[in-house]
């Protein structure tokens, strides 16, 4: 089982930056896509990026180079620096990982998929 915890959400002004962070536990496993999502009320949960296990990255369009997602494998973290905030980037965040089972030698089994619980970020003056 693998558990992610993210932190970093608050409150900031228009223009301010946060920096999320997922952490997550469990062993024996390898670590393929990690990704952010929001969810804002009443709207559907949309992509804000995601990063591959080669650290190549892809962003949602409304982050127009604002955001940058990273990665530590050897911390299981995934990061997201958010600059330049806007008050439409209010909402939850949730961090995202995908996972397979590690034997002896290599991953086996299916793609898993884990979710954090979120973390509420509000842009507001």
């Known amino acids: 089982q693998v558990h992610l915890v993210e932190s970093g959400g608050g409150l900031v002004q228009p223009g301010g930056s946060l920096r999320l962070s997922c952490v997550a536990s469990?062993?024996?496993?390898?670590?393929?896509?990690m990704s952010w999502y929001r969810q804002a009320p009443g709207q559907q949960r949309e992509l804000v990026a995601v990063?591959?296990?080669?650290?190549?990255?892809n962003y949602g369009d409304f982050v127009k180079g604002r955001f940058t997602i990273s990665r530590d494998n050897a911390k299981k973290t995934v990061y997201l620096q958010m600059d330049s905030l806007k008050s439409e980037d209010t909402a939850v965040y949730y961090c995202?990982?995908?996972?397979?089972?590690?034997?002896?030698?290599?991953?086996?089994?299916?793609?898993?998929?884990?979710w954090g619980q979120g973390t509420q970020v509000t842009v507001s003056s």
């Open positions: 995202r990982m995908n996972v397979r089972r590690m034997g002896p030698v290599e991953a086996y089994g299916p793609i898993e998929t884990y």
């Open positions: 469990g062993s024996s496993v390898r670590f393929y896509g």
């Open positions: 990063i591959s296990s080669d650290g190549s990255a």
